[in-house]
Nanobody
Framework: QVRLVESGGGSVQAGDSLKLSCVLS????????MAWFRQAPGKDREFVAV????????EYGDLAKGRFTISRDNARNTVYLQMNDLEPEDTGDYYCAADLFGTQQKPQKYDFWGQGTQVTVSP
């Protein structure tokens, strides 16, 4: 069974950076498109970024464009989300998700999810 484990969240101040990581086990990482989603308190889960299985394609949600970068290391079974110039509005739980050969932006398209890592950005 595919398992995803996120790490790297924390409490920072506005303008700081964080790098999230997500490790996939129990499956062939190189066959999965990998995505990051964010869920703020009281809000729906929203798309942040996705990277294709080959890393040849990336897509970003409006909230991430220009500030966040998604990347992957297939040798380490790991996907990353580099977040720069963080804002209080970026506060929430960040989840990674895996989709076999897909690059979906809708959370309902993903079968495998991590437990989330919390990011808190103070003004």
């Amino acid at each position: 069974q595919v398992r995803l484990v996120e790490s790297g969240g924390g409490s920072v101040q506005a303008g700081d950076s964080l790098k999230l990581s997500c490790v996939l086990s129990g499956g062939d990482f190189g066959r999965y498109g990998m995505a990051w989603f964010r869920q703020a308190p009281g809000k729906d889960r929203e798309f942040v970024a996705v990277i294709s299985w080959s890393a040849g394609r990336t897509e970003y949600g409006d909230l991430a464009k220009g500030r966040f970068t998604i990347s992957r290391d297939n040798a380490r079974n790991t996907v990353y989300l580099q977040m720069n110039d963080l804002e209080p509005e970026d506060t929430g739980d960040y989840y990674c998700a895996a989709d076999l050969f897909g690059t979906q932006q809708k959370p309902q398209k993903y079968d495998f999810w991590g437990q989330g890592t919390q990011v808190t950005v103070s003004p």
